[in-house]
């Protein structure tokens, strides 16, 4: 069972990345999927959320209108499209599953609504 992001990288402001959370071992067909970040010295911030129930779409607002997550059934990942970035941007990035898929406005950006985290993939924005 893993839970694998990438995609992550160098890029220049203003710049994209498209990140995946591949899973193997397991399908995510039963889980919302999140996307959290963290950058050094800052708690990890919850970024997005997908259900895998409804297809309903959570963002944290500062993302909003510069970053897309999506699921791809076929190849049991999620993505999150990147636009726009901007240095403060720079993180690690991690994709976690929530079991219950119930993401809400009051939980979805909580680290303790998700039991199992992938590791992460480092994204940094700089000229």
């Known amino acids: 069972v893993q839970l694998q992001a990438s995609g992550g990288g160098l890029v220049q402001p203003g710049g994209s990345l498209r990140l995946s959370c591949a899973a193997s071992?397991?399908?995510?067909?039963?889980?919302?999927i999140g996307w959290f970040r963290q950058a050094p010295g800052k708690e990890r911030e919850g970024v997005s959320c997908?259900?895998?129930?409804?297809?309903?779409?959570y963002y944290a607002d500062s993302v909003g209108g510069r970053f897309t997550i999506s699921k791809d059934n076929a190849n049991n990942a999620v993505y999150l499209q990147m636009n726009s970035l901007k240095p403060e941007d720079t993180a690690v990035y991690y994709c976690?599953?929530?079991?219950?898929?119930?993401?809400?406005?009051?939980?979805?950006?909580?680290?303790?609504?998700?039991?199992?985290w992938g590791q992460g993939t480092q994204v940094t924005v700089s000229s």
């Open positions: 071992g397991f399908t995510l067909d039963y889980y919302a």
């Open positions: 976690a599953t929530d079991p219950l898929d119930l993401p809400h406005d009051s939980n979805w950006d909580s680290p303790s609504t998700y039991d199992y």
């Open positions: 997908i259900s895998s129930k409804d297809g309903s779409t």
